[in-house]
Nanobody
Framework: QVQLVESGGALVQPGESLRLSCVAS????????VNWYRQAPGGERDFIAS????????KIEDSVKGRFTISADDAKNTVYLQMNSLKSEDTAVYYC???????????WGQGTQVTVSS
């Protein structure tokens, strides 16, 4: 059974940092492009970042470039989203999504809440 489990969300103040984790089971992240999305209250689910370990390809959405970075630990089957200099507009539920490189399989995690507020 495939599972993506996000963690690391919290209530923080503006300017602080968080690191989100997406732990995969039932699949190897090296066979997938792993993405982070976020959904603010009343908003759509928006792309934030992606990483493909094979080929060392990563992408960061322009609005968070310079503050957010994506990385992966193949041995731990985990993808991270490091978020620095957080702003109130970063408040959202953050989701992990895995897209198979070889098939049309797509998997989503359940999300983790990030709230940035003073």
């Amino acid at each position: 059974q495939v599972q993506l489990v996000e963690s690391g969300g919290a209530l923080v103040q503006p300017g602080e940092s968080l690191r989100l984790s997406c732990v995969a089971s039932g699949l190897r992240i090296s066979d997938y492009v792993v993405n982070w999305y976020r959904q603010a209250p009343g908003g759509e689910r928006d792309f934030i970042a992606s990483i493909r370990i094979n080929g060392l390809i990563s992408k960061i959405e322009d609005s968070v470039k310079g503050r957010f970075t994506i990385s992966a630990d193949d041995a731990k089957n985990t993808v991270y989203l490091q978020m620095n200099s957080l702003k109130s507009e970063d408040t959202a539920v953050y989701y992990c999504k895995a897209d198979s490189i070889f098939t049309n399989h797509i998997y989503w995690g359940q999300g983790t809440q990030v709230t940035v507020s003073s």
